[in-house]
């Protein structure tokens, strides 16, 4: 396979230049030019956390504290307004039945997000600034439209749902696209805060997810859930009497679950952290509190998700719009035109999920409610604008000032979503938000496939490198996650009923296939799979590393202090 040279990339004596000496644990890239070190360059990264040292047990707290952190910042992706809402709608239609699908996902999720911290903390860079120097220059600039569209895809979400908190807040009295606008104001200033200090910041958003704990704790002790069912419906992968309903809900859950930026937010976050990467144990100690620190952060998200498909599950499941409608208009409300006077299976979203609570528990749940979907989708919109703040840096090799790159991410999603807030009504949300779903959906292997193959890579993990436990293993979980969201995929389209549409997804679908399966044919070589270089640059088999295949391999020269 012939290598692409690429004017741009990294040359093989990098780790030379300038008088600067590199190895495999130190920054892959010194800097071009000392000109280059004398501008200011402001980025979430100025103050790093500093790790206790001379602490030798086998495991501390206090350590453990120190690199707490990021993992709960990455854990709110898994509860932005549309996990919430998936949540809900799986407990309105499939009861408890799907919560072990919740877990599976959630597992699957912790399983490729430890394969991302173990990226950032191994190189010293982020998934996209690894994507940068490693692809050639037209898949990598396709690699970064399709991931920001998954960012501006989750940001619509995001930053409608703060908008539809702060109407139900207001009794109606703030239209959606003003929330949209204040939405977006108060994120900058909360963005702001790292200027304080990278804890703080740190610290703001643990307040947020304790305020999405409370919130949706109350409205599950309201609810008093059958705990019964509850675990049954956890640990046994059954679903029984589920049908195409329940089957199209099941796979909605792994898509809002796994969400592709959340991947490149991840291995961005853990740079934080004041790490020598030319020591061995302490990277080796930084994966292992790391991961221990993610898992603690998606078992804290996992329960709030399920707070909200108990509660859901509970008091709606198997209702029909007239019973909710009639009761209602028992309760005075002045939202029952929201329910059609049918009987067909009750459909909610986060905002009718809120007045529905409202009939059947009060106005102080739809108020708490509220207020949880607000920190959901304000904390998400934070996380999300990182997310395209470092996409962006590290396929655009930006150096912007920092409220330049700010303004950017954000006006990027502004845009759609305010023309969504002026033209859609708040009742009438649920189309956008699948569309918004598959589209997600659609750009999951643009980075669960550069990710396997990175971290498969001796010439860019050292020792570190999967291991063929993890290859298999890890490609066959990215194999399931694809097929299951192209399922999703195919099913919104066919429910389309257009000929013209067909067409279209049609022609797309092959050209998003071939680049997929360029990714693939990559992955497959890093993995192991020689046969597939075609450049003969390898024997035929699966014993030989086949990391020459890549463009540039990263600073191997020097061995790692053990």
């Keep these: 396979m012939k290598l692409e040279q690429d004017g741009d990339l990294l040359e093989e004596d990098s780790s030379q230049e300038n008088g600067v000496q590199s190895n495999q644990y130190s920054s892959i890239s010194p800097p071009e030019s000392p000109v280059a070190q004398e ?18 047990q086998v495991f501390s707290f206090r350590k453990l504290w120190a690199f707490t952190g990021p993992g709960f910042l990455m854990s709110i992706a898994y509860l932005d307004p549309g996990n919430i809402e998936s949540d809900l709608q799986s407990g309105a239609k499939a009861g408890f039945k799907l919560l072990w699908v919740l877990l599976g996902a959630t597992i699957i999720g912790l399983l490729l997000q430890r394969l991302a911290a173990r990226l950032g903390v191994v190189t010293g860079m982020h998934l996209a600034e690894v994507c940068n120097r490693q692809y050639p220059r037209v898949p990598r600039i396709i690699l970064w439209l399709m991931v920001e569209l998954a960012i501006i895809g989750s940001d619509m979400q995001e930053v409608i749902g703060c908008a539809i908190a702060l109407n139900l807040l207001s009794v109606g009295r703030i239209p959606l696209w003003a929330g949209v606008l204040i939405t977006i104001t108060d994120t900058f200033v909360f963005l702001f805060l790292d200027k304080y200090g990278l804890r703080k910041l740190e610290a703001f958003f643990g307040f947020l997810i304790t305020v999405m704990a409370v919130s949706f704790g109350y409205e599950y002790v309201l609810a008093k859930p059958d705990q019964g069912e509850l675990l049954k419906g956890m640990f046994l992968p059954y679903c029984a009497d589920c049908g195409p309903v329940q089957l199209e809900q099941a796979v909605g859950i792994v898509g809002a679950v796994i969400m592709p930026h959340n ?22 100690e930084a994966n292992k509190y790391y991961f221990i620190e993610s898992t603690i952060a998606l078992f804290i998200s996992f329960l ?14 198997n209702k029909t719009n007239i019973e909710v409608s009639d009761f209602c208009n028992r309760t005075d409300s002045p939202h029952t035109n929201l329910f059609p006077l049918n009987n067909d299976t009750l459909e909610v979203d986060i905002y009718k999920g809120g007045v529905v609570l409202g009939c059947f528990f009060g106005p102080a749940a739809l108020y708490i409610w509220a207020i949880g979907i607000l920190a959901a989708g304000q904390s998400s919109t934070m996380t999300g604008t990182y997310s395209g703040q470092f996409v962006m840096e590290g396929f655009l090799d930006l150096r912007w000032s920092r409220f330049a790159r700010v303004l950017l991410t954000r006006s990027i999603a502004i845009a759609p979503t305010l023309l969504v807030a002026i033209f859609q009504d708040v009742q009438h949300l649920t189309g956008m938000n699948d569309f918004l779903n598959v589209l997600q959906s659609m750009q999951l292997p643009f980075a669960l496939i550069p990710i396997l193959t990175f971290t498969s890579l001796k010439s860019i993990m050292n020792d570190f490198a999967n291991q063929m436990v993890w290859k298999i293993s890890g490609g066959v979980v990215i194999l399931m996650v694809c097929a299951i969201n192209m399922y999703f995929v195919v099913v919104y389209v066919t429910s389309l009923n257009s000929v013209l549409l067909y067409i279209l997804a049609a022609l797309l679908s092959l050209t998003y296939l071939c680049f997929v399966g360029y990714l693939v044919w990559h992955c497959l070589v890093a993995l192991g799979v020689s046969c597939l270089d075609f450049g003969n640059r390898t024997p035929l088999g699966l014993s030989r590393h086949t990391d020459i295949y890549l463009l540039t391999d990263m600073d191997t020269d020097t061995l790692v202090e053990r």
């Design 263 to 284: 991947i490149y937010l991840h291995s961005a976050l853990v740079k934080s952290r004041d790490i020598d990467r030319k020591n061995k144990k302490e990277v080796k």
């Design 304 to 317: 709030i998700n399920v707070f909200v498909v108990a509660v859901f599950a509970q008091a709606f499941y």
């Design 39 to 56: 501008e200011p360059f402001s980025t979430y990264f100025e103050d790093k956390v500093t790790i206790p040292e001379n602490v030798n």
